[in-house]
């Protein structure tokens, strides 16, 4: 069975797959702010659409691409582009002055930012997709994109909430995980430990996602954590946790229920900072 089927699956259940997939349930069409981004430099994509006297209602809509420039330090600038087709919307960074491997770099975040389309059955119109891009660190020497968003599948009995980054090497033109910043047995020992400390929740979220976690085991999290971020083959699989790294600051998120808030965001701050 491939990852869509599973994925779909789980969706028309209601129930969560630990260590399968990363995307989890919401009670809304909204994403919720789990993380506060607030210094991140983004905006939101425009969308054009053709007049309705120039496009037929029986043709399907072209995908678009869309964006506002905005300029950052070291003479580099990005754009929030945007890719639709019918009930799919998925933001992604369009880099400039990002050097001779410009072009690679961009083909590199845009396929990562789309791979979420071979990993759901989008043809036919019964699967809704919207996803917001933010870029809270962009350098000469590293680019990140964090993805939220919701998948909606008809007759599901709730939207999908999704979370998923990407962390590209400019130098390189390659993606960077949790394993380039940290080690994955080290989180998930820190993730286990009371000195854990997670980012944008509290009261009783907190607690029920603390609850959760004294029934998973220290494999558990170490699996997950070797096999998180891009490169994967989305087609077969989708990683169970994501991370990047701002300011020093390590954040990766793990797969919790539905009622503890879909995904949890752990911060970790490394003693050499």
Same mark, same amino acid.
């Given at each position: 069975? @491939?990852?869509?089927?599973?994925?779909?699956?789980? !969706?028309?259940?209601? =129930?969560?797959? /630990?260590?399968?997939?990363? *995307?989890? $349930?919401?009670?809304?069409?909204?994403?919720?702010?789990?993380?506060?981004?607030?210094?991140?430099?983004?905006?939101?994509?425009?969308?054009?659409?053709?007049?309705?006297?120039?496009?037929?209602?029986?043709?399907?809509?072209?995908?678009?691409?869309?964006?506002?420039?905005?300029?950052?330090?070291?003479?580099?600038?990005?754009?929030?582009?945007?890719?639709?087709?019918?009930?799919?919307?998925?933001?992604?960074?369009?880099?400039?002055?990002?050097?001779?491997?410009?072009?690679?770099?961009?083909?590199?975040?845009?396929?990562?930012?789309?791979?979420?389309?071979?990993?759901?059955? @989008?043809?036919?119109?019964?699967?809704?997709?919207? !996803?917001?891009?933010? =870029?809270?660190? /962009?350098?000469?020497?590293? *680019?990140? $994109?964090?993805?939220?968003?919701?998948?909606?599948?008809?007759?599901?009995?709730?939207?999908?909430?999704?979370?998923?980054?990407?962390?590209?090497?400019?130098?390189?033109?390659?993606?960077?995980?949790?394993?380039?910043?940290?080690?994955?047995?080290?989180?998930?020992?820190?993730?286990?430990?009371?000195?854990?400390?997670?980012?944008?929740?509290?009261?009783?979220?907190?607690?029920?996602?603390?609850?959760?976690?004294?029934?998973?085991?220290?494999?558990?999290?170490?699996?997950?954590?070797?096999?998180?971020?891009?490169?994967?083959?989305?087609?077969?699989?989708?990683?169970?946790?994501?991370?990047?790294?701002?300011?020093?600051?390590?954040?990766?998120?793990?797969?919790?229920?539905?009622?503890?808030?879909?995904?949890?965001?752990?911060?970790?701050?490394?003693?050499?900072?």
């Amino acid at each position: 069975m @491939t990852n869509r089927n599973i994925i779909i699956g789980a !969706v028309l259940s209601g =129930v969560v797959i /630990l260590g399968a997939v990363v *995307a989890v $349930a919401c009670s809304s069409m909204e994403t919720p702010d789990k993380i506060d981004l607030t210094s991140a430099h983004t905006t939101a994509a425009e969308t054009t659409k053709a007049p309705e006297d120039e496009t037929s209602e029986a043709e399907p809509q072209p995908p678009q691409e869309t964006g506002i420039t905005l300029i950052t330090g070291e003479n580099l600038s990005y754009e929030i582009a945007t890719y639709t087709k019918d009930t799919i919307s998925i933001q992604y960074p369009v880099l400039s002055n990002a050097g001779s491997q410009e072009a690679q770099i961009n083909q590199l975040l845009k396929e990562n930012a789309l791979s979420l389309l071979k990993a759901y059955d @989008t043809e036919g119109g019964n699967t809704s997709i919207t !996803v917001k891009c933010q =870029v809270p660190t /962009l350098t000469k020497k590293r *680019a990140t $994109a964090i993805y939220t968003g919701t998948v909606s599948v008809k007759g599901a009995a709730h939207p999908v909430n999704l979370f998923y980054t990407n962390t590209v090497d400019l130098s390189a033109c390659k993606d960077l995980g949790l394993k380039d910043f940290t080690d994955p047995y080290t989180m998930a020992g820190y993730v286990l430990s009371d000195d854990v400390q997670f980012e944008g929740i509290s009261g009783s979220q907190l607690s029920a996602v603390l609850e959760e976690r004294k029934q998973m085991e220290l494999s558990y999290y170490t699996q997950i954590f070797e096999e998180a971020d891009f490169p994967f083959d989305a087609s077969q699989t989708w990683p169970s946790s994501f991370c990047y790294e701002k300011q020093g600051e390590i954040y990766f998120s793990i797969p919790v229920s539905h009622a503890a808030g879909d995904y949890a965001i752990v911060k970790f701050i490394p003693e050499t900072k």
